[in-house]
C-alpha cells in the first residue's frame, strides 16, 4: 500500500534562496557603488558620478579619514574585549550571555564612582597613574564579581537546558542590572572626572616608525624566547612532549621550521602567521611613504589601542599556555569527558565567566576613559555589538573575536561616511548602529560561520 | 545548598551555615530593594490605611520568604521526610533576625555618613520611611522584631499542614489582590451600583487610599471561610476538568471561553475610562503576544526583534489614513489600509525571515534583535524624515469609522472593542493552526530541525509561515495602536517592546493561548507596557527591573509559565512524568533516553 | 530498472573519505543489507541518499531521477524514507503525532482549510489519522490504544525503535532506508522485527535497504548484501556468498598491517 504519489519536478534551487541571492547582490552592489562614488567624489567633488546622488559631494581629507580610523579602531578595540567574554562563554557553555553588556557597564560605572572619589580627594589630580590603577583594580573586581555571581544565581541552574532557556535568562539579568544599577545610582548621566592633559594632547605619530619598532621588538623577544626555551626543553625532555606539532610539511625545510616552531612553544601555522605579520610590518614601515602613516592620535586613544592589545595576549596566553587554558579548552570541546578526565568543570567555568568579567572590566575603565562619560544603557548596545563582533570574527575563536571588534569598530566608523554619504543618505552618523547590525547581516548571509571560523564543541555545532 | 538528612524522628541540630547564609542574602536583598528605591517610590501608594504601604510591603516579604525558604529541606522522592522542629524555627528566626540587622545598619549609616553622591536613594525620606519618622531608637528596635517575626512566621509555615498553609497564602493574596486592584473594584461596583459595597471596603479619600483595617479583617476572614464552605469543591472541578477526557475538557474550555467571551464583550459597557484605558493596552499586547506565541512558542524561533513588525503594521496604518503624512497621504479609511498591513507585514515577515531562518537558534535571535533595531533606526534617521516624519513620526492619524461607532483614543471603550476584535480573530487563528497540518509542522521543527526535514517538512517553509502569521498579528496590533494614540513616531517601537512581550509569553506560558491571555493581564494590566501605565502606575519607573527580575525568576523556577500548556510542561518536565506514569503503572518506563549508537 | 542508482559516490569530511566510489543498485522489491565494521561509512551512506550530507562526487538516482542537490523534504516526498540509528523521534508530540506530522509531504491543507474547518480539511485530518492508526496497528498492540496520545519520550526503547519505523512507513516511500533497525532489541524482539522487515514488503510493497549488525536478521531477509569498509564496497552478493568472502572476513578481523597500507 503506497498512497498516492505526487512527484513534484525536482527544484535544486528553492524561492528562499533565489531571494538570498538577489539580497546579497543588492548588498555587494551597494557597497560597490557607494565606494565608487567615494573613490569619484575624492578624486574630484565636481564628478558627475559623485554628484549623481550627492550634489553637496566634498570629499573626505587624508586626515579626516585617519581620524575616522582611529577612532574606529580605538572603539573597536573594546569591542573586541567585550567580545572576548562573549566568544568564551559561547565556546564553553554554548549560549550567549546577553547580560555581559552590562558586566562592562557595571566595570564602568564603578570605575566612574572610584574616579570620583579619588578626584573629590584630590588624588585623581595629583597622582594620576596611581588613582587610574586603583580605579582600573576596583572595575576589574566588580567586573568579575558580577559576572561570577551571575552565573552562580542564574545560569548554573540551567546548565544541561535547551540552548534558548539560558539565552533568555540572560535577557532578563541584563534588563534587572540596568534597572537595579538605574535604581541605585539615578538615571543621569556620569561624566568621569577631567583627564590630564598628556593623555588627552593630540599628538602626531609615525605609524610606520612604530611598526619597524614592533618588527624589531619581535624579533628580540623571539630570539631571546628561543634561546630560553631551547636551554629548558634541553634540560626537561618530557616538557610539552604532548604538544609537539607534529607536521611534517612538504618543504625540506619544513622540519626546520617545525623544530622552530616547537621550540618557540608554538604551533606551525602560528609561526608562518607570525613571519607574515613581521614581513608586513616591516614592510609598511619602510615602503609606505612617511606621510600617509603619520596619524594625529590622542594618547588615550594610543592607551585604549595599546591596553586591549596587552589584554588580549595576557589572554591568549592564560587560554593557550596554561593549565587553566587547557582545562577551559577540554570543557569546551566537551563537558562530560572533561569531568571525567579529572577537571573541575564548575570551576572552569566560573574562571571562564570571571576572564570575561575582567576583560569588560578593563573594557569598561578604556570606555570611561575615551567617553568620559557612563549611565545605566551604556551596556547594552555595545554589547549587542560586541557579540556582533564575535560572530563576525567566529565566536568561540578569540583572535577572531578581537579582529572582528576591530573590523567592526571600523566599519562603523569609516562606512557612513565612505559608504552611505557618497549615494546622497542624509544624517548618516545615525545610521552608525544600523551598519553595525547590517555587517551582521551581510556577514552571516556569505559565512555563516564568521570570518574567521568558529571553534565549537561538536554538539554546539549541530 | 546542603541538604542534611539526618535520622528521621529526632530534632536536628540547627545548620548555622545555611541559615546565615540565607540570613546574609536576606539582609542584602533588604538593602538593595531599600537602596534601589522602592520602598521610598511606592510609599504613596497605601494598601491598608495606615498601616501598610505598597512601599513597605516590598520591605516586608522579604524576610517571610526567606525564612521560609532558609528551612526548607529538599526531601527525595522514597527517602523518609525529616521531621522539622525547633530548629527550624529558630533558623527561620535567625534569617529574619539577620535581615533585620541588615536594615539596622543601613538606618545607622543613613545616619551617620552621606553617601548621596553615587547612590541617588541614601537619603533622609528612605530614613525616615525606615525609622517611622521616630529616629534610631524607635527604628532599630522595631525592625529587628518584625523581620524576626515575619522570618519566624515563614519558618512555622513550614510547620503548619499544606492545607494551613495554601488557605494563608490565599488569604494574604487575597487581601493584597482587593488592595492593588482598588481601581477596578471600584470601577465595577460603580457599574453594578453597588457603591456601598466599596465604601465599606475602601478608606477612600480622594484618590486609592487603600483598604481600611477593619475591612481588611474582615476581608481576611471572608476569605478564609470560604474554602471551609467551599470545602475543596473548586478543586475536586479542576481536577476532573484536568482527568477529563479530551472531548469533555474540549466541551469545558468552550464553555469557559464562551463565558469570557461574553464578559468581555459586556464588561466595558459599565466600566469607566481607566480601566477601559487598562483594558484596551491589555488587548494590544496580548495581540502581540499571540502572534510572539506562535513564533517562539509553536515554532519555537526567538525572534528579538519582534517589535519590527509592530512598527510597520503602524506606519502602514498611519502613512495611508493620516492626513498628515508627510510623502503620501491618501486618507484612506482604516478597513482599506488593513489589506495593506497585512501584505506589508507579510512582505517584512519574508524579508526578515528569508536571511534568518537558516540560521541557528541564537543567531536568529541577535540578528533579529538587529533587523528590530534597524527598522527603528531607518524610520528615524534623517534619511526616511520626508516619507515617514523622522523622530517626531506621523500625527494626525485619523480615527476609525465604523459606521455609528468612532474609534479613537479619547474614547477607551472603542478601542478596547477594536482591539478585542482583532484578539478574538488571533486567538482563533492560534487555536485552528495549532491542531493543523502547519501546527504539527511547526512543532516537529522545534523539536528537530534535522529529523522534521528529513520525514518531509520543508522546514524553511513552514519557519517563513510562522513568521509572516506572527507578523501579521504584531501588525495589526501596531495599526490598532496608531488608531489608538493617533500617530506613530519611532520611540514607541524600541527593543523593549520585544523583550516585554518575550516577558509576557513566557510568564503566561509558551504555546498556550490561555496562558497568553493570563501573561498579558497579569503584566500589562498591572505593570504596564513599555510606555503604558498598568494599574499601579507606581511602578512605573521599577517596571523594567521587575520585568527582568520576572523573567529571570520564571526560566529558574517554573520555566512552563504561570498557565503551561500541558506539552511544554511535560517536556520540561520528561521526569517527572515519567515517574508519575510509572507510579500509575500506565506507560512503559525506561531510565534511558539515548540509545545506545 | 533498478529503483535506486548510485554511481561513483564520494563523500569527503575534511579530508577523510567516508565513502569512495561507491556503486550500489536496488530493484524493485528487493531487500538490500548493508553491512561493514563500525566506521565504514554506512550511516554516511545513508546521510547521502537522504540528502543530510552533499556528496562530494557521484550520482544518486531515484527512479531514474537525480535526487543530488534536493533537500531532503524533497527527497522524502520523491519516495525514499529513512530511520536514525540513534533513534530520533519529535520527543514532545504524542505517537499518533509523530505519524500524522511524517505525512506532511502527502497532504496539502494549509490555512484556508484549518481556519474555516473546511470539508477538505477535516477529511485529510481523518485520513492521516486512520493512516497513522493502520500504521501503527501493523506492530501488534503495542503502539495503539491509550498509547497513540502518549508523549513519544514515555515509550520503551523497542517501542521507540518501533514508532521509527513506523513515522517512516507514514511518509508513503517506495524505499525505505533503515539504520540498524533491531540494534538494542533483546533477542525476542529481534526475531519480532525481523519477521516485519520482510512483510512490510510484501504487505506494504517497500522496498528496502537496512544496515545490521545482527547477522541472523541479514541472513534472514536480505536477498543481497553489500560489505562497505572504509568506505568501499567490497564484496556484493548472496549471504552465503558474502559470508565466507576472505575479503569480508579480513575486514572484520583485522589484517595485517602491511597489507592495509597498500590498500589505501
Ligand atoms: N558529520 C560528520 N563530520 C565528520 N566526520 C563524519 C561525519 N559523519 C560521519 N563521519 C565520519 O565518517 C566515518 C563513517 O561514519 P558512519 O557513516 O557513521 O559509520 P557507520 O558505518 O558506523 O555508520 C566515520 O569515521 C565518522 O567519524
Ligand atoms: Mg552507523
Redesign the pocket.
Known amino acids: 500500500m503506497t498512497g498516492v504519489m505526487r512527484s513534484r519536478s525536482a527544484r535544486r534551487v528553492t524561492g528562499v534562496d533565489r531571494f538570498l541571492t538577489l539580497i546579497r547582490v543588492v548588498m555587494i552592489s551597494v557597497i560597490i557603488i557607494g565606494f565608487l562614488a567615494f573613490v569619484a567624489q575624492q578624486i574630484d567633488p565636481d564628478n558627475p558620478f559623485a554628484r549623481w546622488r550627492n550634489p553637496g559631494a566634498r570629499g573626505l581629507t587624508g586626515d579626516q579619514f585617519k581620524g575616522l580610523l582611529i577612532s574606529g579602531l580605538s572603539q573597536g578595540s573594546m569591542y573586541g574585549l567585550i567580545a572576548l567574554g562573549y566568544s568564551m562563554v559561547y565556546g564553553v557553555l554554548g549560549f550567549i550571555n546577553f547580560a555581559h553588556g552590562e558586566v562592562f557597564m557595571v566595570g564602568a560605572m564603578s570605575g566612574f564612582i572610584t574616579s570620583d572619589k579619588l578626584h573629590a580627594a584630590g588624588w585623581w589630580e595629583s597622582n594620576f597613574l596611581l588613582s587610574l590603577t586603583v580605579v582600573t583594580l576596583i572595575a576589574i573586581v566588580t567586573s568579575t564579581f558580577t559576572a561570577v555571581i551571575t552565573e552562580r544565581i542564574a545560569y548554573r541552574p540551567l546548565r544541561n537546558s535547551p540552548r534558548l532557556i539560558p539565552l533568555i535568562t540572560s535577557i532578563g539579568v541584563s534588563f534587572f542590572i540596568q534597572n537595579a544599577v538605574m535604581g541605585l545610582l539615578g538615571p543621569a548621566t556620569k561624566s568621569y572626572p577631567k583627564l590630564p592633559e598628556w593623555l588627552t594632547t593630540v599628538r602626531s605619530v609615525d605609524l610606520g616608525r612604530v611598526f619597524v619598532w614592533i618588527a624589531g621588538i619581535l624579533v628580540v623577544a623571539g630570539l631571546l624566547w628561543y634561546w630560553w626555551r631551547g636551554g629548558s626543553r634541553e634540560k626537561d625532555p618530557t616538557a610539552d612532549a604532548g604538544e609537539l606539532p607534529v607536521s611534517e610539511s612538504e618543504l625540506p625545510i619544513g622540519e626546520k621550521v617545525g623544530q622552530v616552531a616547537a621550540t618557540l612553544g608554538i604551533s606551525v601555522p602560528a609561526l608562518r602567521w607570525l613571519v607574515s605579520v613581521w614581513i608586513a610590518l616591516l614592510l609598511l614601515g619602510f615602503l609606505v611613504p612617511g606621510k600617509v602613516l603619520i596619524f594625529a592620535i590622542t594618547g588615550t586613544k594610543i592607551t585604549v589601542v595599546t591596553v586591549a592589545a596587552v589584554s588580549m595576549a595576557g589572554l591568549w596566553y592564560l587560554v593557550e599556555r596554561t593549565k587553566t587554558g587547557r582545562a577551559m579548552r577540554a570543557v569546551a570541546e566537551d563537558k562530560e569527558i572533561a569531568a571525567l578526565m579529572g577537571i573541575n568543570v564548575n570551576r572552569i567555568i566560573v574562571v571562564t565567566f570571571a576572564v570575561g568579567g575582567t576583560m569588560a572590566g578593563i573594557g569598561g575603565i578604556l570606555w570611561g576613559l575615551l567617553f568620559r562619560s557612563v549611565h545605566h544603557m551604556t551596556g547594552f548596545l555595545p554589547g549587542i555589538k560586541a557579540f556582533t563582533a564575535a560572530v563576525v570574527g567566529g565566536i568561540g575563536n578569540m583572535g577572531g573575536a578581537m579582529a572582528g571588534g576591530l573590523f567592526l569598530g571600523s566599519a562603523e566608523s569609516v562606512a557612513p561616511l565612505v559608504l552611505m554619504e557618497p549615494l546622497g543618505i542624509p544624517g548618516v552618523s545615525q545610521l552608525k548602529d544600523a551598519v553595525a547590525f547590517t555587517v551582521l547581516v551581510l556577514v552571516l548571509l556569505f559565512r555563516p560561520a564568521g570570518l574567521f571560523g568558529e571553534r565549537l564543541s561538536q554538539e554546539d555545532r549541530a | 545548598m546542603t541538604a542534611t538528612l539526618a535520622p528521621s524522628g529526632s530534632s536536628v541540630a540547627l545548620d548555622w551555615r545555611r541559615a546565615l547564609l540565607w540570613g546574609g542574602i536576606c539582609a542584602l536583598s533588604l538593602v538593595s530593594v531599600s537602596l534601589i528605591g522602592l520602598p521610598v517610590g511606592m510609599n504613596k501608594r497605601i494598601l491598608i490605611e495606615p498601616v501598610l504601604s505598597l512601599g513597605y510591603l516590598f520591605l516586608l516579604w522579604i524576610p517571610l520568604v526567606f525564612g521560609y525558604v532558609a528551612t526548607t529541606v529538599v526531601v527525595l522522592e522514597g527517602v523518609e521526610a525529616r521531621k522539622s522542629g525547633v530548629a527550624d524555627l529558630l533558623a527561620g528566626l535567625t534569617a529574619g533576625l539577620m535581615g533585620g540587622i541588615g536594615l539596622t545598619l543601613l538606618m545607622v549609616g543613613l545616619d551617620t555618613v552621606n553617601i548621596r553622591k553615587p547612590l541617588v536613594n541614601w537619603s533622609p525620606q528612605l530614613f525616615r520611611l525606615l525609622t517611622f519618622e521616630r529616629g534610631l531608637e524607635f527604628g532599630i528596635p522595631v525592625w529587628l522584631g518584625i523581620c524576626a517575626g515575619l522570618g519566624l512566621v515563614g519558618a512555622v509555615l513550614h510547620q503548619l499542614p499544606a492545607v494551613a498553609r495554601r488557605v494563608m497564602s490565599w488569604v494574604l493574596f487575597g487581601v493584597m489582590a482587593v488592595a492593588i486592584l482598588e481601581a477596578v473594584i471600584d470601577d465595577l461596583a460603580e457599574g453594578f451600583h453597588l457603591e456601598w459595597l466599596t465604601d465599606a471596603l475602601y478608606y477612600k479619600k480622594g484618590g486609592t487610599e487603600g483598604l481600611t483595617v477593619t475591612s481588611a479583617v474582615v476581608l481576611a476572614l471572608v476569605l478564609a471561610a470560604l474554602p471551609v464552605v467551599t470545602g475543596g469543591r473548586v478543586k475536586a472541578a479542576v481536577d476532573h476538568y484536568r482527568d477529563a477526557p479530551s472531548e469533555d475538557r474540549r466541551r469545558t474550555s468552550l464553555v469557559l471561553f464562551g463565558a469570557i467571551a461574553v464578559a468581555c464583550v459586556g464588561l466595558p459597557m459599565i466600566l469607566g475610562g481607566i480601566v477601559n484605558e487598562l483594558l484596551a493596552n491589555v488587548g494590544l499586547f496580548l495581540l502581540l503576544a499571540l502572534g510572539l506565541n506562535i513564533v517562539v512558542g509553536l515554532a519555537g524561533l526567538l525572534d528579538l526583534g519582534y517589535v519590527a513588525f509592530f512598527a510597520v503594521g503602524g506606519y502602514t496604518t498611519s502613512v495611508l489614513t493620516s492626513s498628515n503624512s508627510p510623502f503620501f497621504a491618501p486618507e484612506w479609511h482604516f478597513g482599506i489600509a488593513l489589506l495593506f498591513v497585512v501584505v506589508m507585514a507579510a512582505v517584512a515577515g519574508l524579508l526578515i525571515g528569508a536571511p534568518v531562518i537558516r540560521m541557528r537558534g541564537d543567531y536568529l535571535a541577535i540578528v533579529t534583535l538587529g533587523f528590530g533595531e534597524i527598522v527603528r533606526l531607518l524610520f528615524l534617521s534623517d534619511w526616511l524624515k520626508p516619507y515617514f516624519g523622522g523622530s517626531q513620526g506621523i500625527t494626525k492619524v485619523n480615527p476609525v469609522d465604523i459606521g455609528p461607532f468612532k474609534v479613537q483614543g479619547s474614547d477607551p471603550r472603542s478601542v478596547f472593542y477594536l482591539v478585542l476584535f482583532f484578539c478574538a480573530l488571533a486567538i482563533y487563528v492560534s487555536w485552528r493552526l495549532q491542531g493543523s497540518r502547519l501546527g504539527r509542522a511547526w512543532m516537529a521543527t522545534r523539536e528537530d530541525e534535522q529529523v522534521a526535514e528529513a520525514m518531509g517538512i520543508n522546514t524553511v517553509n513552514a519557519k517563513l509561515m510562522a513568521f509572516v502569521v506572527g507578523a501579521t498579528m504584531a501588525a495589526f496590533s501596531g495599526a490598532v495602536l496608531a488608531a489608538k494614540v493617533g500617530s506613530v513616531f519611532p520611540k514607541s517601537f524600541e527593543i523593549l517592546v520585544s523583550i516585554i512581550i518575550l516577558v509576557v509569553v513566557i510568564v503566561g506560558g509558551m504555546g498556550n493561548i490561555a496562558g497568553v491571555m493570563v501573561g498579558s493581564l497579569v503584566l500589562i494590566g498591572i505593570l504596564g507596557g513599555p510606555r503604558q501605565p498598568g494599574l499601579l502606575q507606581e511602578f512605573q519607573s521599577y517596571k523594567l527591573l521587575i520585568y527582568g527580575a520576572l523573567l529571570v525568576f520564571m526560566m529558574l523556577k517554573r520555566p512552563e509559565g504561570l498557565v503551561p500548556s500541558a506539552r511544554r510542561s511535560r517536556e520540561l518536565h520528561q521526569d517527572e512524568y515519567l515517574q508519575d506514569a510509572w507510579l500509575g503503572d500506565e506507560a512503559e518506563t525506561e531510565g534511558d533516553q539515548g540509545a545506545p549508537s | 530498472m533498478s529503483l535506486l542508482e548510485i554511481r561513483g559516490l564520494q563523500v569527503t ?2 579530508g ?1 573519505d ?1 565513502l569512495s566510489s561507491l556503486d550500489f543498485h536496488v530493484n524493485d522489491g528487493e531487500i538490500v543489507s548493508v553491512i ?10 545513508f ?1 547521502a541518499i537522504s540528502g543530510m ?1 552533499p556528496p562530494t562526487e557521484g550520482e544518486i538516482l531515484f527512479d531514474g531521477e537525480s535526487v543530488l542537490g534536493l533537500d531532503p523534504n524533497q527527497i522524502t516526498e520523491m519516495g525514499i524514507a529513512r530511520t536514525f ?1 540513534n533513534v530520533r523521534l519529535f520527543p514532545n508530540m504524542t505517537v499518533v503525532e509523530n505519524l500524522m506530522v511524517s505525512q506532511h509531504c502527502r497532504t496539502s491543507q494549509l490555512f484556508v482549510g484549518a481556519l474555516f474547518q473546511t470539508k477538505a480539511f477535516k477529511k485529510e485530518e481523518r485520513e492521516i489519522r486512520e493512516r497513522a492508526e493502520e500504521i501503527l496497528a501493523f506492530f501488534g498492540t503495542r503502539l495503539t490504544g491509550y498509547r497513540l496520545d502518549q508523549p513519544a519520550f514515555a515509550l520503551s526503547y523497542a517501542n521507540r525503535r518501533r514508532l521509527e519505523i513506523a513515522r517512516a512507513m507514514a511518509t508513503q516511500p517506495r524505499l525505505l532506508l533503515l ?1 540498524e533497525p533491531v540494534a538494542g532489541m533483546n533477542p525476542m524482539e529481534t526475531a519480532e522485527l525481523t519477521g516485519l522487515i520482510g512483510r512490510l514488503r510484501d504487505e506494504w510493497g517497500f522496498t528496502i535497504v537496512f ?1 545490521e549488525h545482527d547477522m541472523k536478521v541479514v541472513r534472514d531477509v536480505s536477498d543481497r548484501v553489500v560489505v ?1 569498509d572504509h ?1 568501499v564496497p567490497i564484496a556484493e552478493g548472496s549471504y552465503e556468498s558474502v559470508s565466507t568472502d576472505p575479503d569480508v572476513i579480513e575486514a572484520y578481523l583485522g589484517r595485517p598491517l602491511e597489507s592495509r597500507k597498500d590498500r589505501r
Open positions: 569530511f575534511g577523510l567516508a561493514g565494521p563500525n566506521g565504514a561509512g554506512k550511516t554516511t551512506f546521510n550530507v540509528q539504520d544496515i562497505l568506505g
